[in-house]
Structure formats: structure tokens, C-alpha cells
T-cell receptor
């Protein structure tokens, strides 16, 4: 167990809807990163948050947005869901400047 | 887009044999990390090698890095059935070394 928890574990949404995924960081970790992993592929970096501000972003459209709260927990929001958004969404926490990332078990999102 | 490409995509061996997985990447890196993933769940950090290192060991794991060829290899010695999983290399290009670009992974099956 890494101490990073994600909720929910599974979710089914309809195309066009909005979804919010949640992540609780490992205690003391101030940096949270989100990744999208399509079936059979490696994870792709969505964005990273540090001290409640976006600290870096991958090649994802603006309908993917996030938040980090003062307790370092985080949310990933996706608007106007598309079928291709179906994937495992992984959250990873780390210390700023530290290289090892600790991953949660992921949220499997299915868009129908 | 994915920075790293793993080779082979799938590997099947007998328990006790060694497993070698290779990873190639495209740009200059801060570090390269290897992760393991069981059945599409969370990723577990295995080992990190910095750009100025050439080889690193951790238990039954041996990682090499050749920055001139932009490639790395992961060797698992004396494999066990419990090593069955997907293995991903990930490169970090930011200064903090924690924004990761993953390869497509190698699916390893170790037969008892």
C-alpha cells in the first residue's frame, strides 16, 4: 500500500457528462500528478499540482482540469466526456523535488 | 505521445529464468524509472537511475542506462511466478524529475 487513495474505484458515465475523480495524497506529500492510462498502453501525464497551483501539463485539452486543496488532496475534473476518455486514471503523490512517485490504485472510468 | 518504447511488448518465461526488458527514449532525461503494474491497477516504483549513472542494482533487479544510445534495460534474475506483471519505463525530463513520460510497457508472464 502506498498511502495514496483514489475514489471511486469504478465509474460509468454517459458521453457529454462531467466527472470528478478524487485523490488523497500520501501523508506529507505536497505534489500530486494525474495520469491517464488507456487499455493496453502506458500512462500519459495529464498535469501536476504543487501548492494548489498547476505546475506542469501534458497534451490534454482544457476540458481536463484539476484542483489541489490545502491538505494536498486533489481532484481531476473532465467536462464533456467523450468515448475515448474511457481509461484508468491514476494519481501519484510525491514531495516537491523528490523523484519517486507513489501511485494510487486508480479509478476506472467507462464512458458509454 | 510516449517518450519510451519497451521491447519486447510481451515476454513469457519459466520460473527461475532471467527476464530482460529494454526501453528506448527520445529526449534528454533527468532520470529513468521502472515501474511494475499488476492487472491494470496502481503502479509500483521499482528502481530509479539518474542520467549520470550507468548501472544500478536492487535485490533481483539490475538496471542499466546508456544515454548515448538513449536506452535502458531491466533485468530480473531468478524470476518467480509472482513477478508476472506489466513493466513500464518512465523518463523524467523536468528538473524535479517527477513529471513522467511512460513507455508502452512489457507484459511479463512467468510460468511456474
Amino acid at each position: 500500500e502506498t498511502g495514496v487513495t483514489q475514489s471511486p474505484t469504478h465509474l460509468i458515465k454517459t458521453r457529454g457528462q462531467q466527472v470528478t475523480l478524487r485523490c488523497s495524497s500520501q501523508s506529507g506529500h505536497n505534489t500530486v500528478s494525474w495520469y491517464q492510462q488507456a487499455l493496453g498502453q502506458g500512462p500519459q501525464f495529464i498535469f501536476q499540482y504543487y501548492r494548489e497551483e498547476e505546475n506542469g501539463r501534458g497534451n490534454f485539452p482544457p476540458r481536463f482540469s484539476g484542483l489541489q486543496f490545502p491538505n494536498y488532496s486533489s481532484e481531476l475534473n473532465v467536462n464533456a466526456l467523450e468515448l475515448d476518455d474511457s481509461a484508468l486514471y491514476l494519481c501519484a503523490s510525491s514531495l516537491k523535488g523528490a523523484t519517486e512517485a507513489f501511485f494510487g490504485q486508480g479509478t476506472r472510468l467507462t464512458v458509454v | 505521445s510516449q517518450q519510451g518504447e519497451e521491447d519486447p511488448q510481451a515476454l513469457s518465461i519459466q520460473e527461475g529464468e532471467n527476464a530482460t526488458m529494454n526501453c528506448s527514449y527520445k529526449t534528454s532525461i533527468n532520470n529513468l524509472q521502472w515501474y511494475r503494474q499488476n492487472s491494470g491497477r496502481g503502479l509500483v516504483h521499482l528502481i530509479l537511475i539518474r542520467s549520470n549513472e550507468r548501472e544500478k542494482h536492487s535485490g533481483r533487479l539490475r538496471v542499466t542506462l546508456d544515454t548515448s544510445k538513449k536506452s535502458s534495460s531491466l533485468l530480473i534474475t531468478a524470476s518467480r511466478a509472482a513477478d508476472t506483471a506489466s513493466y513500464f519505463c518512465a523518463t523524467a525530463t523536468n528538473n524535479a524529475g517527477n513529471m513522467l513520460t511512460f513507455g508502452g510497457g512489457t507484459r511479463l508472464m512467468v510460468k511456474p
